[in-house]
């Protein structure tokens, strides 16, 4: 069985991407600058930050971040299915 490389990647980067969003906005309604695990989000992220632009900028990045990797899973998944 072979993967739909697309339909894969986009998933993936939906999902990245509103994971992203939707961390930002829980970190800022319930913990703050404070308590602030989106600290790897940072490292690799530029530009993104806890704050309501942030969480826009980490949707954006995480989109493309984890569609371009499933891409290339899928890729490699369907060349060794053979």
Not at 8 to 27: C, D, K, P, Q, R
Not at 42 to 57: E, F, H, N
């Amino acid at each position: 069985m072979k993967l739909n490389v697309k339909a894969f990647a986009l998933a993936g980067g939906i999902l990245w991407g509103a994971s992203m969003f939707i961390l930002t906005w829980w970190v800022m309604m319930f913990m703050g600058n404070t308590g602030d695990p989106t600290i790897v989000g940072k490292m690799y992220y530029l530009g993104y930050s806890v704050s309501p632009v942030g969480s826009v900028i980490g949707a954006i990045y995480g989109f493309f971040d984890a569609g371009i990797g499933c891409a290339v899973f899928a890729l490699i998944y369907n060349k060794l299915a053979k």
